[in-house]
Nanobody
Framework: QVQLVESGGGLVQAGESLRLSCAASGSIFSINAMGWYRQAPGKQRELVARISSGGTTNYADSVKGRFTISRDNAKNTVYVQMNSLKPEDTALYYC?????????WGQGTQVTVSS
């Protein structure tokens, strides 16, 4: 089993920044990728950013140029630096870890951006 613990969410004003962290523990092996997804009320969960074990990154078009994902392999932790936040970034943000056959999710951390 893998446990994912997210932190760093909160309430900010438009234009401000937040950094989310996700620490993985447990049976961590052969990690293919880690990433962040978000789900706003009434909407489907969507990819925000993803980083592969090789360091390849993918971003949603809506966050390109504003969000940066990074990873500390020694700490099994993934981060997303979110700058220039917009009200439409408001959502519950979930950490995700992909192994070869299994995918794990965190409990989510709320990000609220006021206008």
């Amino acid at each position: 089993q893998v446990q994912l613990v997210e932190s760093g969410g909160g309430l900010v004003q438009a234009g401000e920044s937040l950094r989310l962290s996700c620490a993985a523990s447990g049976s961590i092996f052969s990690i293919n990728a880690m990433g962040w997804y978000r789900q706003a009320p009434g909407k489907q969960r969507e990819l925000v950013a993803r980083i592969s074990s090789g360091g390849t990154t993918n971003y949603a078009d809506s966050v390109k140029g504003r969000f940066t994902i990074s990873r500390d392999n020694a700490k099994n932790t993934v981060y997303v630096q979110m700058n220039s936040l917009k009200p439409e970034d408001t959502a519950l943000y979930y950490c995700n870890l992909e192994q070869k056959y299994l995918t794990y999710w965190g409990q989510g951390t709320q990000v609220t951006v006021s206008s």
